[in-house]
């Protein structure tokens, strides 16, 4: 079975900077992409970024220019680099991983992590 641990959340002021990081383990035999999503209560969960196997990224209009995402195959861990954060960008923010296991190794699937807070306020 895979797994997939986030860290990183907090409370930051406006303006702060916060870096998520999201590992992976388990069974992984081949990642095809990873990706942040993030959800504020009450609305939709939306994406954020992505990143896909062969290293391009995607982002919201909204975080263009100040979110970073990143990753670290070896370490099967994704990051977010977030900064000049605004009370908008408030929500718990989920980690995606698109992946085929050693037990299905030609059938991918879609694993989430377990959300992590992030909360911009003065």
């Known amino acids: 079975q895979v797994q997939l641990v986030e860290s990183g959340g907090g409370l930051v002021q406006p303006g702060g900077s916060l870096r998520l990081s999201c590992a992976a383990s388990?069974?992984?035999?081949?990642?095809?992409?990873m990706g942040w999503y993030r959800q504020a209560p009450g609305k939709q969960r939306e994406l954020v970024a992505t990143i896909i196997s062969g290293g391009s990224t995607n982002y919201a209009d909204s975080v263009k220019g100040r979110f970073t995402i990143s990753r670290d195959n070896a370490k099967n861990t994704v990051y977010l680099q977030m900064n000049s954060l605004k009370p908008e960008d408030t929500a718990v923010y989920y980690c995606?991983?698109?992946?085929?296991?050693?037990?299905?190794?030609?059938?991918?699937?879609?694993?989430w992590g377990q959300g992590t807070q992030v909360t911009v306020s003065s």
């Open positions: 995606n991983l698109r992946i085929t296991t050693l037990q299905a190794m030609w059938s991918p699937n879609t694993y």
């Open positions: 388990g069974s992984i035999f081949s990642i095809y992409a």
